[in-house]
């Protein structure tokens, strides 16, 4: 059994709510159905879809809707208060789907929420910043890929949100995806910070923010091996590894991939995709207060319900 499959069937033990504020899309109205035919997860639209689909909760058909948004509007106004938003300022806000849909996880109408399908990714990341919030102890927003092929699973980050993280951020970024991959895959976490130089073969700015990057991470996380830097090849080949950094915790077993910018990160998780034959499953959002996750806006109707089913995994651990 795949990562995949164990998820979906971990997901269906106690499928979670999960907000789809996008269900315009008929992506998203497909996804639901599979949420709701296969048990992984509970679906929630804010709005009626183009065809009704049973097992899935429309917030604005509710009963009790006129006094959801209106408690919805208050919750708004008292997490932005400080910007000086106001009451009505909320309630015209709230016209916004992806506002809406975060003030309500917020509150705990929904467990968990996915959108992007139709959003841009500043999109959904503002509504959660500014409805949700973000989780304890969090500074940064950034994303994970688990990377599933045929024999192995492993984790890639920051494949999608942060464009050029100094060091403090990929340290951030380091801890974060660990606790992604470890929560998802029950495997212990190895992770490479990674550069195009292995334990000083080379000298640039860029090979220095990775070094101190490892050495934050480290001080952050002292219960994760973490090493870099690593070259790719180092970090994944134990023959390699071991010529090129001897003694070290994670080279040639790291299953934890750390790349130094989104431009690698970006391209390094689509080669492995297109070209390995990798199962890109995300991207996964971190930093939030619960979960929130975002969309390829070339989704398949597939990878909005698999993304509905980490989102639900995560919202009950």
Known sequence: MGILEKLRSQAAKNPRRVVLPEQGDPRVVEAARMLVANGWAQPVFLAPAAEPIEGVEVISERADSAQVLESAAAALAEVRAKKGMTIEQAREALKNPLTLGAILLRMGHVDAGVAGSLATTADVLRAGIQALGMAAGSGLVSSAFIMEFPDRVFCFGDCAVVPDPDSSQLAQIAVSSARTFQRLSGETARVAMLSF?????????????????????????????????????????????????????VAGQANVFIFPDLGAGNIGYKIAERLGGANAIGPILQGMAKPWMDLSRGCKAEDIANVAVIASLLAGR
């Open 197 to 249: 130089s292995t334990k000083g073969s080379a000298e640039h700015a860029a090979v220095s923010k990775v070094r101190e990057a490892t050495a934050l991470a480290q001080t952050l996380a002292p219960d994760l091996a973490i090493d870099g830097e690593l070259q790719f090849d180092a970090a994944l080949l134990p023959a390699i590894g071991e010529r090129k950094a001897p003694g070290s915790p």
